[in-house]
């Protein structure tokens, strides 16, 4: 039946994460409790050896994948082995929880436009390391979140989601820190969840939702 999530193929999604992993949690957890009925995590790949997020992992039946940015002698060689072992599990779509490797294009070309990125700050506001500090430095009001499509500049592609977290006047990095990663692991299930619906459409700047299920 039409927009019936039951018969809507299973979106295979490729996680990559580089230290703590909470939003690969949240991920994990909304799709363990049915919540994104129609996705599953068919492999994590991380590239930190002493990550939380490998310890997180191991409660969720999820394969796992290391892969030491220190081995490569470049990024596009460390691209190409994540595009062999995202191949090698049949992902079709790849978040990057936390991922903090610049991409190349060796992986952007191999799953055109099905690149997630969780970034916190109200993108294109704050790009780049850091942007929790940026913001606080640059005295903003209101900061929060972005889920956005992976392009070649960084935090530059298509934007949808995003949530807004109000800056407190006694705030530091670590409180809103705190408060937008809320957000980021609502935001981020919200978006998968949109992505395993069908109902994304991807243009060359901007992401728009179709009303219908296809
Ligand atoms: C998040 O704040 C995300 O926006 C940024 O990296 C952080 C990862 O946090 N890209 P975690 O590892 O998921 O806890």
């Known amino acids: 039946m039409p927009g019936n999530s039951e018969a809507r193929p299973v979106l295979r ?6 230290g703590n992993g909470s939003n690969f949690q949240a991920l994990a957890e909304a799709i363990e409790a049915g919540r994104i009925p129609n996705a599953e995590i068919a492999v994590l790949i991380y590239n930190n050896p002493d990550a939380l997020v490998r310890q997180r992992a191991g409660r969720f039946n ?6 030491n940015h220190r081995d490569y002698e470049n990024r596009e060689a460390l691209d190409r082995d994540l595009v062999r072992e995202l191949k090698a599990a ?10 903090m490797r610049r991409v190349t294009d060796v992986l952007i070309s191999a799953f ?10 109200l993108l294109p506001s704050f790009p780049g390391i850091r942007a929790i500090e ?17 392009r070649l500049v960084v935090d530059s592609g298509p934007i949808l989601r995003q949530a807004a977290v109000p800056v407190l006047e006694d705030d530091t990095p670590a409180t809103l820190a705190q408060r937008i990663q809320l957000q980021e692991h ?25 009303l219908d299920s296809p």
């Open 112 to 121: 055109p436009d099905r690149i997630l990125n969780i970034h916190p700050s």
């Open 134 to 150: 940026q913001a606080l430095d640059y005295g903003v009001k209101v900061s929060g979140c972005t889920v956005h499509i992976v």
């Open 13 to 18: 999604l490729g996680v990559l994460a580089s």
């Open 186 to 210: 609502r935001l981020l299930v919200e978006a998968v969840t949109l992505v395993a619906s069908g109902r994304v459409q991807i243009g060359e700047q901007r992401a728009q939702l179709s």
């Open 90 to 99: 049949q992902v079709s779509w790849v978040v990057m929880a936390g991922w």
């Open 62 to 67: 999820v394969p796992i994948r290391l892969l």
